[in-house]
């Protein structure tokens, strides 16, 4: 997985209002990164007859779906120009699948940004299946804008409790630069599970002891950020399972919730773990996913 320095920050494009609420947060991202933005329109060009009309032409039928992907293009231009007036934007209708599309892009990009939801999807879906694929495959860390972005507030990131490899530390790294680069406070969540204990041992714990434990263990995660972002204001955070349900929580007010597309105790092959895939689908604000081999931040 890369994530390009200096690559743009790419934006998904479709016409519906969830990927004009993208690129305006691109375009502030873009503008924060001091990167131009890439807005890019998916055109599958797929045709279909509705019975009861004359067949109009394949060819014909391209030209209008260009021209209206070139129309949403400009919406979003529009959109992006609203935001952040001195950002360079590129723009371009690509041929294929969006989440093809997208995932081809992710090896050259900073970041991709997509909407919850594009056109056509079901209203009463949480999440389109476009922004659930990217996330899931894509080379680069992904954001899909949902909720409430607060510009002021804190960056949010969960931390399992695996050994501190790809994992946490891609996820680390994209909140911390994030922070940095927004002069926001980071919070740390970490949750831990009696449920990896053994049952025999779990009424007689110390719960104050096993969480200065945990305590202890999660600074030292941090403390290799900590001193490379000294001005990040960090703030640590333990609780007793439920890490989902905390970064759902605490998403509200947030500028940005960072996780792992995997966690511990995830399924062997599944790509997306259970808590991402919960803070993807509820979160109150943005959420990023970082894949364990995102590697520097941009």
Known sequence: MTNQLGGAVVAGVDGSDSALDATRWAAADAAR????????????????????LPALGQEYQRQVTARAAEEHLEAAVAAA????????????????????????????????????????GFSGLLLGSVAVAVATHAECPVVVV??????DGPIVV????????????AALGVAFEEASRRS????????????????FLVPLLDRTVVQAEQEKALEGRLAGWTAKYTGVDVRAVIV?????????????????????SRGRGTVAGA????????????????????????????
């Open 184 to 199: 926001v406070p980071l919070v740390a969540v970490h949750a831990w599970s009696e449920a990896v204990l053994d049952p």
């Open 81 to 120: 120009r609203e935001v952040a007036p001195g950002v360079e934007i590129e723009r371009e209708v690509r041929g294929g699948e969006a989440p093809v599309v997208l995932r081809t892009e992710s090896e050259r990009a900073a970041l991709v940004v997509v909407g919850t939801r594009g056109r056509g």
């Open 240 to 260: 007793v399972d439920g890490a989902a349900r905390e970064l759902v929580d605490r998403s509200t007010g947030a500028a940005l919730v960072v996780v792992g």
């Open 158 to 169: 969960g931390v399992d409790g695996s050994d501190g490899g790809g994992e946490n530390e």
């Open 33 to 52: 990164r001091g990167t131009r933005l890439r807005l890019v329109a998916a055109v599958g060009w797929t045709t279909f007859q509705p019975a009861g």
């Open 146 to 151: 949902r909720g409430t972005s607060a510009p």
């Open 271 to 298: 790509l997306l773990g259970s808590v991402s895939q919960a803070v993807l689908h509820h979160a109150a604000s943005p959420v990023a996913v970082v894949r364990p081999e995102a590697g520097t931040p941009a």
